[in-house]
């Protein structure tokens, strides 16, 4: 019923700058908080960042001052716009959205990751 299809990662150097886009489209009665996770090789999947529907936001420390993240509620899409990379950032980076539906069923849904490589 939901699709959330991330796109804009990709290969970069440290200092660079990527922004991802996650686009959820389907039966969306409302959208809740949106957010952003990754992981690492051998390491668990680790929250990025969230904004919530009243727009408030929260950030890993490990991102703090570097990463921002938006929505644009009327298209349900959220954005993380990614500067001063480094190659500590290297992930697949997962769009993560809380949604209700048209049937009233409100649920997590998950993109299918898109990978980022901060790299020399």
């Known amino acids: 019923q939901v699709q959330l299809v991330e796109s804009g990662g990709g290969l970069v150097q440290p200092g660079g700058s990527l922004r991802l886009s996650c686009a959820a489209s389907?039966?969306?009665?409302?959208?809740?908080?949106m957010g952003w996770y990754r992981q690492a090789p051998g390491k668990q999947r680790e929250l990025v960042a969230v904004?919530?529907?009243?727009?408030?936001?929260n950030y890993a420390d490990s991102v703090e001052g570097r990463f921002t993240i938006s929505r644009d509620n009327a298209k349900n899409t959220v954005y993380l716009q990614m500067d001063s990379l480094k190659p500590e950032d290297t992930a697949v980076y997962y769009c993560?959205?809380?949604?209700?539906?048209?049937?009233?069923?409100?649920?997590?849904?998950w993109g299918q990751g898109t990978q980022v490589t901060v790299s020399s």
């Open positions: 389907g039966s969306i009665f409302i959208t809740y908080a």
């Open positions: 993560n959205a809380d949604i209700r539906v048209y049937s009233l069923r409100r649920a997590e849904y």
């Open positions: 904004i919530r529907s009243g727009v408030s936001t």
